[in-house]
């Protein structure tokens, strides 16, 4: 078993990854509509091995993070990404699989969930709200579900279920 201690380092050496893959590989992939979410990723890895409390705060911190690069929806973001960085904390107790296709599929349906609570509290129009939520939305969940699958499958060892904490 490892200590609680290297778990930690574990697990902010693939946060700090995930973060350089959102700037520096997530603008030469596809467009911005369907590229991967790797900060959504690292939010969602970090919600998954967390309390609510700790996991609403790195939501919080990663949605202002997002809102600075569009501040058109300035505060949609940081609402969307606390809220779902709160559920997926509460929800591991009930979905606690070791599986990575279903924490895969987790992180592409908490990617949704934050695509809606974004565009409902943006206030976006009818039509753009249902392209959106209906075409694009669903892309990048699988995009982004598709890269956390990569990364749990590469960092296995890292992630395996641990019950010291």
Do not use: C
């Not at 201690?5 to 596809?30: D, G």
């Not at 505060?75 to 990404?81: D, K, N, P, V």
């Not at 987790?106 to 249902?130: I, Y």
């Amino acid at each position: 078993m490892i200590p609680a201690r290297a778990n930690r380092v574990q697990l902010a050496v693939v946060l700090l990854l995930l973060v350089v893959l959102h700037f520096y590989v997530r603008p030469r992939l596809w467009g911005p509509r369907v590229a991967p979410d790797f900060l959504f990723i690292a939010l969602m890895l970090f919600a998954m091995r967390n309390g609510p409390g700790a996991s609403a705060i790195a939501g919080f911190a990663v949605g202002l993070a997002a809102d600075s690069l569009s501040p058109a929806k300035f505060g949609a973001g940081a609402l969307a990404h606390t809220v779902v960085g709160y559920l997926a904390s509460w929800a591991r107790a009930v979905f606690f699989a070791d599986n990575p296709l279903i924490n895969a599929g987790f992180v592409a349906v908490g990617l949704w969930l934050r695509d809606l609570l974004v565009l409902a509290a943006s206030g976006s129009g009818d039509n753009s709200f249902l392209t959106e939520l209906a075409v694009y939305s669903p892309l990048q969940a699988i995009t982004t579900g598709l890269f956390a699958l990569l990364i749990l499958v590469v960092f296995r060892e890292w992630f395996s279920i641990r019950l010291d904490t």
